[in-house]
Protein backbone atom coordinates (compact mmCIF):
# COMPACT_ATOMS: atom_id res chain seq x y z
CA UNK A 1 0.00 0.00 0.00
CA UNK A 2 2.85 2.50 0.95
CA UNK A 3 4.01 3.80 -2.30
CA UNK A 4 6.89 6.65 -1.51
CA UNK A 5 8.72 5.67 1.79
CA UNK A 6 7.27 8.35 3.92
CA UNK A 7 4.26 6.34 5.73
CA UNK A 8 5.94 3.44 7.68
CA UNK A 9 4.00 1.44 11.30
CA UNK A 10 0.34 1.04 9.88
CA UNK A 11 -1.18 0.43 13.01
CA UNK A 12 -5.31 -0.47 13.93
CA UNK A 13 -5.35 1.74 16.95
CA UNK A 14 -9.27 0.77 17.82
CA UNK A 15 -12.58 -0.04 16.45
CA UNK A 16 -15.38 2.68 17.29
CA UNK A 17 -19.36 1.82 17.30
CA UNK A 18 -20.88 0.10 14.78
CA UNK A 19 -22.65 1.90 12.13
CA UNK A 20 -21.14 5.13 12.71
CA UNK A 21 -19.66 8.12 11.30
CA UNK A 22 -17.43 9.99 13.21
CA UNK A 23 -15.44 13.79 12.02
CA UNK A 24 -14.45 15.41 15.01
CA UNK A 25 -10.99 14.52 16.41
CA UNK A 26 -8.54 16.43 19.01
CA UNK A 27 -5.32 15.12 20.71
CA UNK A 28 -5.69 15.47 24.25
CA UNK A 29 -2.86 16.78 26.70
CA UNK A 30 -3.62 13.05 28.58
CA UNK A 31 -2.22 10.91 25.33
CA UNK A 32 -6.28 10.08 24.83
CA UNK A 33 -8.02 11.11 22.47
CA UNK A 34 -11.46 12.84 21.61
CA UNK A 35 -13.98 12.18 18.86
CA UNK A 36 -17.22 13.20 17.84
CA UNK A 37 -19.86 11.68 16.15
CA UNK A 38 -21.70 13.17 13.56
CA UNK A 39 -24.43 11.01 12.73
CA UNK A 40 -25.51 10.41 16.46
CA UNK A 41 -24.78 13.62 19.17
CA UNK A 42 -22.54 12.03 20.78
CA UNK A 43 -18.80 12.07 22.56
CA UNK A 44 -15.97 9.52 22.85
CA UNK A 45 -12.72 9.32 24.36
CA UNK A 46 -10.20 6.59 24.23
CA UNK A 47 -6.70 6.10 24.85
CA UNK A 48 -4.85 5.68 21.33
CA UNK A 49 -1.21 3.92 22.86
CA UNK A 50 -3.34 0.98 24.45
CA UNK A 51 -4.41 -1.66 22.03
CA UNK A 52 -6.97 -3.01 24.19
CA UNK A 53 -8.81 -0.20 24.10
CA UNK A 54 -12.34 0.24 24.97
CA UNK A 55 -14.11 3.88 23.29
CA UNK A 56 -16.24 5.54 26.04
CA UNK A 57 -18.83 7.34 24.96
CA UNK A 58 -18.99 10.71 27.86
CA UNK A 59 -21.19 13.09 26.76
CA UNK A 60 -24.49 13.12 24.96
CA UNK A 61 -25.98 15.91 23.19
CA UNK A 62 -29.89 14.42 22.35
CA UNK A 63 -31.67 16.81 24.17
CA UNK A 64 -30.49 20.06 21.73
CA UNK A 65 -29.33 17.90 18.47
CA UNK A 66 -28.80 15.11 16.27
CA UNK A 67 -25.04 15.23 15.21
CA UNK A 68 -21.95 16.70 16.27
CA UNK A 69 -20.23 18.41 13.06
CA UNK A 70 -16.45 18.87 14.51
CA UNK A 71 -14.86 19.64 17.79
CA UNK A 72 -11.93 21.72 18.81
CA UNK A 73 -9.34 22.43 21.39
CA UNK A 74 -10.38 25.99 23.14
CA UNK A 75 -7.35 28.06 22.93
CA UNK A 76 -5.96 28.98 26.39
CA UNK A 77 -8.07 26.01 28.17
CA UNK A 78 -6.51 23.11 29.55
CA UNK A 79 -8.40 19.90 28.33
CA UNK A 80 -11.48 22.01 27.11
CA UNK A 81 -12.91 22.24 23.71
CA UNK A 82 -15.69 23.64 21.95
CA UNK A 83 -17.97 20.94 20.03
CA UNK A 84 -20.24 22.65 17.00
CA UNK A 85 -23.42 20.65 17.00
CA UNK A 86 -26.45 20.80 14.51
CA UNK A 87 -29.57 19.08 13.22
CA UNK A 88 -28.45 16.70 10.56
CA UNK A 89 -29.78 14.74 7.68
CA UNK A 90 -27.14 12.83 6.18
CA UNK A 91 -29.59 11.59 3.44
CA UNK A 92 -31.13 14.41 1.90
CA UNK A 93 -27.77 16.37 2.88
CA UNK A 94 -29.33 18.80 5.10
CA UNK A 95 -27.45 20.78 8.18
CA UNK A 96 -29.05 23.60 10.33
CA UNK A 97 -29.39 24.93 13.97
CA UNK A 98 -25.81 25.03 14.83
CA UNK A 99 -25.20 25.67 18.39
CA UNK A 100 -21.27 26.04 20.00
CA UNK A 101 -20.91 24.44 23.07
CA UNK A 102 -17.82 24.46 25.96
CA UNK A 103 -16.67 21.31 26.96
CA UNK A 104 -14.58 20.81 30.12
CA UNK A 105 -12.81 17.40 30.86
CA UNK A 106 -11.13 16.03 33.59
CA UNK A 107 -7.31 15.16 33.63
CA UNK A 108 -8.76 11.36 34.25
CA UNK A 109 -11.96 11.22 33.44
CA UNK A 110 -13.10 10.84 36.88
CA UNK A 111 -15.85 13.64 36.63
CA UNK A 112 -18.52 13.97 33.90
CA UNK A 113 -18.05 16.66 31.04
CA UNK A 114 -18.86 19.99 31.98
CA UNK A 115 -21.16 21.17 29.18
CA UNK A 116 -21.98 24.90 28.85
CA UNK A 117 -23.70 26.17 25.48
CA UNK A 118 -21.62 29.36 23.91
CA UNK A 119 -23.68 30.61 21.32
CA UNK A 120 -25.98 29.74 18.01
CA UNK A 121 -24.60 30.15 15.01
CA UNK A 122 -27.60 31.97 12.44
CA UNK A 123 -27.81 32.61 8.64
CA UNK A 124 -25.37 30.49 7.65
CA UNK A 125 -25.49 27.70 4.94
CA UNK A 126 -23.25 24.12 6.15
CA UNK A 127 -20.83 25.39 8.74
CA UNK A 128 -18.60 22.81 8.71
CA UNK A 129 -15.80 23.64 11.27
CA UNK A 130 -14.42 25.56 14.41
CA UNK A 131 -10.86 27.29 13.50
CA UNK A 132 -10.03 28.80 16.52
CA UNK A 133 -7.63 32.45 16.22
CA UNK A 134 -7.30 33.82 19.58
CA UNK A 135 -9.22 32.92 22.71
CA UNK A 136 -12.33 34.40 21.37
CA UNK A 137 -12.19 34.77 17.47
CA UNK A 138 -12.83 31.09 15.40
CA UNK A 139 -13.05 30.77 11.76
CA UNK A 140 -16.30 29.28 10.38
CA UNK A 141 -16.07 27.24 6.62
CA UNK A 142 -19.75 27.19 4.81
CA UNK A 143 -19.14 24.37 2.66
CA UNK A 144 -22.91 25.56 0.76
CA UNK A 145 -22.60 29.21 0.96
CA UNK A 146 -18.89 29.14 -0.19
CA UNK A 147 -17.30 31.63 2.55
CA UNK A 148 -15.73 31.76 5.59
CA UNK A 149 -17.69 33.32 8.33
CA UNK A 150 -15.41 35.07 11.45
CA UNK A 151 -16.94 33.98 14.98
CA UNK A 152 -16.67 36.24 17.91
CA UNK A 153 -17.98 33.63 20.59
CA UNK A 154 -18.21 36.16 23.35
CA UNK A 155 -21.09 37.53 21.26
CA UNK A 156 -21.97 35.24 19.08
CA UNK A 157 -21.05 38.30 16.26
CA UNK A 158 -20.91 36.42 12.95
CA UNK A 159 -19.25 38.52 10.24
CA UNK A 160 -17.51 36.98 6.63
CA UNK A 161 -14.37 37.07 6.48
CA UNK A 162 -13.86 35.95 2.80
CA UNK A 163 -15.83 34.25 -0.19
CA UNK A 164 -13.96 33.17 -3.09
CA UNK A 165 -14.66 31.33 -6.32
CA UNK A 166 -11.90 28.77 -5.04
CA UNK A 167 -14.35 27.99 -2.29
CA UNK A 168 -17.65 26.69 -5.16
CA UNK A 169 -18.69 23.40 -5.60
CA UNK A 170 -18.29 22.83 -9.41
CA UNK A 171 -21.79 22.19 -11.10
CA UNK A 172 -22.35 18.39 -11.41
CA UNK A 173 -24.27 15.45 -9.99
CA UNK A 174 -23.26 14.75 -6.55
CA UNK A 175 -20.88 17.56 -6.12
CA UNK A 176 -22.40 18.95 -2.48
CA UNK A 177 -19.43 20.15 -0.59
CA UNK A 178 -17.46 22.42 -1.97
CA UNK A 179 -15.06 24.45 0.95
CA UNK A 180 -14.68 21.58 3.55
CA UNK A 181 -11.18 21.62 6.41
CA UNK A 182 -9.39 24.29 7.29
CA UNK A 183 -6.00 25.34 8.58
CA UNK A 184 -4.54 28.06 10.32
CA UNK A 185 -0.69 29.01 11.02
CA UNK A 186 1.13 32.00 11.55
CA UNK A 187 1.75 32.55 7.65
CA UNK A 188 -1.51 31.08 6.22
CA UNK A 189 -4.84 30.10 5.81
CA UNK A 190 -5.03 26.50 4.33
CA UNK A 191 -8.24 24.61 3.02
CA UNK A 192 -9.49 22.46 0.17
CA UNK A 193 -12.20 22.68 -1.98
CA UNK A 194 -14.05 18.82 -1.60
CA UNK A 195 -16.03 18.42 -5.10
CA UNK A 196 -13.36 20.29 -6.47
CA UNK A 197 -10.34 18.11 -5.46
CA UNK A 198 -8.40 21.91 -4.59
CA UNK A 199 -5.46 22.28 -1.80
CA UNK A 200 -5.59 26.42 -1.44
CA UNK A 201 -3.88 28.66 1.02
CA UNK A 202 -3.92 32.39 1.93
CA UNK A 203 -1.21 34.55 3.01
CA UNK A 204 -2.81 36.03 6.34
CA UNK A 205 -0.89 37.78 9.10
CA UNK A 206 -2.08 38.69 13.31
CA UNK A 207 -4.16 41.36 13.49
CA UNK A 208 -4.86 43.01 16.93
CA UNK A 209 -8.60 43.79 16.15
CA UNK A 210 -9.98 41.02 14.51
CA UNK A 211 -7.41 38.24 15.28
CA UNK A 212 -6.24 37.63 11.47
CA UNK A 213 -6.41 40.24 8.70
CA UNK A 214 -5.41 38.36 4.48
CA UNK A 215 -2.32 39.85 2.72
CA UNK A 216 -3.02 38.65 -0.40
CA UNK A 217 -5.25 36.53 -2.58
CA UNK A 218 -6.26 32.77 -2.70
CA UNK A 219 -3.36 30.85 -3.59
CA UNK A 220 -3.92 27.28 -5.33
CA UNK A 221 -1.57 24.91 -4.46
CA UNK A 222 -3.10 21.36 -5.65
CA UNK A 223 -6.04 20.52 -8.07
CA UNK A 224 -5.74 16.73 -7.97
CA UNK A 225 -7.20 15.38 -5.03
CA UNK A 226 -10.53 14.46 -5.72
CA UNK A 227 -13.46 13.94 -3.05
CA UNK A 228 -10.46 15.30 -0.46
CA UNK A 229 -11.54 15.42 3.32
CA UNK A 230 -9.43 15.84 6.37
CA UNK A 231 -6.52 18.43 6.28
CA UNK A 232 -3.06 18.24 8.06
CA UNK A 233 0.18 20.05 7.67
CA UNK A 234 3.27 19.35 8.90
CA UNK A 235 5.67 21.84 10.97
CA UNK A 236 7.16 23.39 7.89
CA UNK A 237 4.25 23.34 5.70
CA UNK A 238 5.90 21.43 3.41
CA UNK A 239 3.85 18.92 3.42
CA UNK A 240 0.31 18.33 3.74
CA UNK A 241 -2.15 15.57 4.24
CA UNK A 242 -5.93 14.51 3.44
CA UNK A 243 -7.78 11.75 1.85
CA UNK A 244 -10.58 10.75 -0.26
CA UNK A 245 -13.24 9.18 1.73
CA UNK A 246 -14.78 7.40 -1.85
CA UNK A 247 -11.44 5.89 -3.37
CA UNK A 248 -10.08 5.03 0.20
CA UNK A 249 -6.43 6.86 -0.22
CA UNK A 250 -4.17 9.30 1.89
CA UNK A 251 -1.97 12.12 -0.51
CA UNK A 252 0.29 13.56 0.61
CA UNK A 253 1.23 17.04 -1.39
CA UNK A 254 4.39 18.16 -0.93
CA UNK A 255 4.52 22.29 -1.32
CA UNK A 256 7.08 24.08 -2.50
CA UNK A 257 7.90 26.92 -0.21
CA UNK A 258 9.27 29.38 -2.66
CA UNK A 259 6.16 28.97 -5.39
CA UNK A 260 3.75 27.63 -2.77
CA UNK A 261 3.03 24.89 -5.71
CA UNK A 262 2.44 21.40 -4.52
CA UNK A 263 3.01 17.48 -6.21
CA UNK A 264 0.28 15.10 -5.05
CA UNK A 265 1.32 11.63 -4.13
CA UNK A 266 -0.38 8.44 -2.92
CA UNK A 267 1.07 7.50 0.02
CA UNK A 268 -1.89 4.50 1.21
CA UNK A 269 -4.26 3.20 -0.56
CA UNK A 270 -7.61 1.07 0.36
CA UNK A 271 -8.79 2.41 3.67
CA UNK A 272 -12.15 1.82 4.49
CA UNK A 273 -13.65 5.48 3.54
CA UNK A 274 -11.33 7.85 5.50
CA UNK A 275 -12.90 11.22 6.70
CA UNK A 276 -10.39 13.08 9.10
CA UNK A 277 -6.62 13.44 9.62
CA UNK A 278 -5.14 14.88 12.50
CA UNK A 279 -1.22 15.13 12.46
CA UNK A 280 0.49 15.33 16.22
CA UNK A 281 4.30 15.05 17.02
CA UNK A 282 4.75 12.21 19.97
CA UNK A 283 8.23 12.86 21.24
CA UNK A 284 8.75 15.14 18.19
CA UNK A 285 8.10 12.11 15.77
CA UNK A 286 4.72 12.84 13.50
CA UNK A 287 2.22 10.31 13.54
CA UNK A 288 -1.10 10.87 11.42
CA UNK A 289 -3.90 9.66 13.00
CA UNK A 290 -6.87 8.86 10.48
CA UNK A 291 -10.32 8.29 10.96
CA UNK A 292 -12.36 5.67 8.83
CA UNK A 293 -16.13 5.38 8.57
CA UNK A 294 -15.98 1.76 7.34
CA UNK A 295 -18.70 0.75 4.62
CA UNK A 296 -21.69 3.86 4.84
CA UNK A 297 -25.18 3.57 3.09
CA UNK A 298 -25.89 6.58 1.66
CA UNK A 299 -27.69 7.36 -1.60
CA UNK A 300 -25.18 9.80 -2.91
CA UNK A 301 -22.30 8.02 -1.40
CA UNK A 302 -20.95 5.70 -3.97
CA UNK A 303 -17.99 3.34 -2.26
CA UNK A 304 -15.61 0.89 -4.43
CA UNK A 305 -16.55 -2.57 -3.81
CA UNK A 306 -13.06 -3.76 -4.46
CA UNK A 307 -11.83 -2.19 -1.24
CA UNK A 308 -9.70 -4.83 0.50
CA UNK A 309 -11.55 -3.50 3.86
CA UNK A 310 -14.95 -4.05 3.68
CA UNK A 311 -15.01 -7.56 5.20
CA UNK A 312 -12.58 -6.26 8.35
CA UNK A 313 -14.89 -3.08 8.19
CA UNK A 314 -18.07 -5.62 8.09
CA UNK A 315 -16.87 -7.85 11.18
CA UNK A 316 -17.49 -5.10 13.83
CA UNK A 317 -17.84 -1.12 13.23
CA UNK A 318 -18.28 0.59 10.24
CA UNK A 319 -15.45 3.20 11.95
CA UNK A 320 -11.98 2.90 12.27
CA UNK A 321 -8.87 4.82 13.88
CA UNK A 322 -6.00 4.32 12.20
CA UNK A 323 -2.44 5.99 13.58
CA UNK A 324 0.63 5.90 10.79
CA UNK A 325 3.80 7.43 11.46
CA UNK A 326 5.46 9.81 9.20
CA UNK A 327 8.80 10.18 8.10
CA UNK A 328 9.66 14.18 7.05
CA UNK A 329 12.32 15.41 5.12
CA UNK A 330 13.13 19.00 6.01
CA UNK A 331 15.60 20.63 3.40
Known amino acids: MLEDGSVQDVVLVTQLPSDSWFEGFALRPNGKILTSRLDLPELYTFNAEDPDTTPELIYNFEEHANGLINVCPLPGGHDTYLVLSAIVDLVQITFEDFVVWRVQLSEDDSSPPEVTKICDIQNTGFSIGLIPVTERIFLVPDSFKNCIWRLDIETAEVSLFIADETMKAPPGEGNFFGLNRMRVTKEYLWFTNTSAG ?18 GGVQIVAEDVPHCDGLALSRDQTS ?12 KVSVDPDTGKGTTTVVMRSLASPTA ?36 ANINSAVTVTAVTVEETVE
Open 198 to 215: MLCRIPIESDATEGIRMT
Open 240 to 251: VYTVSYMDGHVW
Open 277 to 312: VELHYIEDKPKLYIVCCGEIEMNWFVQDNQNPWSEI
